[in-house]
């Protein structure tokens, strides 16, 4: 299966909480995980990405948790601030299909002040 | 240093007609992608050019074509337009075909299908 499963499909938090998402693939192929941040008007931006030889990489207030059992991963976002509101998508693509990422449906976060 | 840019930024055109959208990478980059971003989805891959020619295609029929040139530069050709083919088309560029390669996107040609 191609497909990368993305939840929610919408979050609201609080200013200075943590935001929590979520994606699920079913291909063991998969071997690139990255996360994209897009606000309207303009085209997805990388955030930061894992390789499953890692179960966590932080960068910032960013952190993905990798879990290659459960073929999960997640994007938490520390600190949640107003400018974080946005479109998140994760993705995945497999060593061989150069550069095809394939996306989960995006996750609509709001950081109310 | 120019990111990726897109022209038109949008476009309207009546079902059966036929589009061509532009895209440029960023400076150094020799790959070029096309997604079709459906509203409130994910991008979806459409394909991928290097040294002129298509490396890669996504599950897109034949009325999706493309061509890259020498300057790298690319065009998304979409002929007998569908109603369907309303989107956002992203073109993403990269340096090379490693997998990993950070893809850098461009902010869209928002195309309406009427």
């Known amino acids: 299966q191609q497909q990368v499963k993305q939840s929610p499909q919408s979050l609201i938090v609080q200013k200075g909480g943590i935001s929590i998402i979520n994606c699920a693939y079913e291909?063991?192929?998969?071997?690139?995980f990255p996360w994209y941040q897009q606000f309207p008007g303009k085209g997805p931006a990388l955030l930061i990405a894992?390789?499953?030889?890692?179960s966590e990489k932080k960068e910032g207030r960013f952190t993905i948790s990798f879990n290659k059992s459960a073929k999960q991963f997640s994007l938490h976002i520390m600190d949640s601030q107003p400018g974080d509101s946005a479109t998140y998508f994760c993705?995945?693509?497999?060593?061989?299909?150069?550069?095809?990422?394939?996306f989960g449906q995006g996750t609509t976060l709001q950081v109310k002040p | 240093d120019a990111g990726v840019t897109q022209s038109p930024t949008h476009l309207i055109k009546t079902r059966g007609q036929q589009v061509t959208l532009r895209c440029s990478p960023k400076?150094?980059?020799?790959?070029v992608s096309w997604y079709q971003q459906a509203l409130g989805q994910g991008p979806q891959f459409i394909f991928q050019?290097?040294?002129?020619?298509?490396?890669q295609r996504g599950n897109f029929p034949d009325r999706f074509s493309g061509h890259q040139f020498p300057n790298y530069s690319s065009e998304l050709n979409v002929n007998a337009l569908l109603l369907g083919d309303s989107a956002l088309y992203l073109c993403?560029?990269?340096?090379?075909?490693?997998?990993?390669?950070?893809?850098?996107f461009g902010p869209g040609t928002r195309l309406t299908v009427l």
């Open positions: 993705a995945a693509s497999m060593r061989g299909n150069t550069g095809k990422l394939i």
């Open positions: 993403a560029s990269s340096s090379g075909l490693a997998f990993s390669d950070t893809q850098y």
């Open positions: 291909n063991t192929a998969f071997d690139y």
């Open positions: 400076s150094g980059h020799d790959t």
């Open positions: 050019y290097y040294e002129e020619e298509e490396r």
């Open positions: 894992i390789r499953p030889d890692v």
